[in-house]
């Protein structure tokens, strides 16, 4: 069997195109290490065992760039052998709908066009009883004419889309324990990040943390990201400290723009050119338009957040597709609840919040937190 890998997006991007199709590759073969992938007219092709299959299919729909993939079954370039494979195949599973063949003549220098090609497949399946449906059939015949053999496929199975993680940068994710900031993540990853995690917790140890939910996050995140990333646990509880005597309604967006500040930092050693939240537009009281504004100004790195403008049931069914969301839902002890209880400011100021910050030292703050990650 032969795993036939389409790319979509990155065949359209020129000069570029060999970078964004090594990058695919490359990932390909990271999730993959038992398997040759070879690259071949602008598909990438894996031979695997029957055995195989579905583990494979699992890993590729977790590989950011393919469009789709299929099974398929190489055989020699003529129309005969392929007629009779297809009728066999379709009577092994008892299919009596109506079919049509579909050929992608990759070479062009083979003698019988697309088109003719399909019309002699289909007439001796047609000559075998089966109803032809050109436009709405229930079996589609896929055949790709390569230069030494043809594919013959019955079934595109999509793949996530967007472009292999790797070819964009590195970015540095905020990500809580909630629902929204690991879609967040994804939708960076989607557009070829990589996505570095800085996780701030309420427990007494990060080896509290690291054996918590949020471990299990993690790595159904890592299934999409066969690059090397830098996980930060940071603790909260110097911020907590420091803001417990002011009592103030402001301290959730204090506490975002703290985070913010840490992670420029962070982002700075690794050389990341953007940070991620998973902030949505006025779904609570810190993600009002004014709020966004003064959080935005605690950093002066862009600021990346890709679902300000779902929503929430659409983070959510996008969190059940890509498979964070029970995890995201179980039970945590999340920072941000217990800052949060306080009925927070929708109209900050940056010129209070400035004030506040000198107040509590958060230069100081920011260092010990700095200091104190794992
Ligand atoms: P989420 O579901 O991602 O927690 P949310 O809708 O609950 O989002 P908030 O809790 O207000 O919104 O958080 C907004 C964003 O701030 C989060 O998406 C995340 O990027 C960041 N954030 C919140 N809490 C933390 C934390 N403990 N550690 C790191 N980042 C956090
Ligand atoms: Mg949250």
């Known amino acids: 069997m032969i795993i036939n890998i389409h790319y979509g997006e990155i065949a359209l991007k020129g000069q570029n195109r060999s970078f964004f199709e090594d990058a695919l590759v490359r990932n390909t073969h990271a999730v993959l290490p038992n398997h040759k992938v070879q690259k071949l007219y602008g598909r990438l092709l894996i031979e695997a065992e029957e055995k195989d299959l579905e583990l494979i299919s699992t890993k590729l ?179 907590y400290e420091a803001t417990m005597s002011i009592q103030s309604k402001q301290e959730l967006i204090l506490f975002r723009r703290f985070i913010l500040k840490v992670a420029e930092e962070l982002a700075k050693q690794n050389n990341s050119l953007g940070l991620v939240t998973g902030d949505n537009l006025g779904q609570v009281a810190s993600q009002t338009l004014d709020n966004l504004f003064t959080t935005s100004q605690a950093t002066s790195l862009p600021l990346y957040r890709p679902l300000i403008g779902f929503d929430k049931r659409e983070i959510i069914n996008l969190a059940k597709k890509y498979g964070t969301y029970e995890a995201s839902i179980e039970e945590y002890k999340d920072c941000c609840s217990l800052v949060s209880i306080k009925h927070p400011d929708t109209k900050t100021k940056v010129d209070d919040l400035e004030k506040l910050e000198e107040e509590i030292k958060i230069k100081e703050i920011i260092d010990k937190t700095l200091n104190s990650i794992s």
């Open 61 to 239: 729909k977790k590989t950011f760039g393919i469009e789709w993939f299929s099974n398929s079954y190489k055989l020699e370039r003529d129309q005969e052998k392929i007629g009779q494979f297809a009728l066999d195949y379709l009577k092994q599973n008892s299919f009596s709908g109506s079919i049509r063949v579909e050929t992608n003549r990759v070479d062009k220098s083979f003698e019988i066009n697309s088109m003719e090609f399909s019309k002699q497949v289909g007439a001796i399946l047609f000559n075998a009883g089966f109803k032809v449906n050109l436009s709405k059939p229930d079996q589609t015949i896929y055949i790709e004419l390569l230069e030494n053999f043809a594919l013959v496929y019955f079934e595109k199975i999509p793949g996530p889309g967007g472009l292999p993680v790797g070819v964009s940068g590195r970015v540095l994710c905020l990500l809580s324990g909630g629902i929204d900031s690991p879609v967040a993540a994804l939708m960076m990853m989607k557009r070829g990040c990589i996505v570095d995690f800085l996780h701030f917790y309420a427990y007494s140890s990060a080896e509290e943390v690291k054996n918590s939910k949020m471990n299990r996050l993690l790595q159904i995140l890592k299934e999409y990201q066969p690059r090397e990333f830098k996980t930060y646990f940071a603790p909260y509880h110097q911020f």
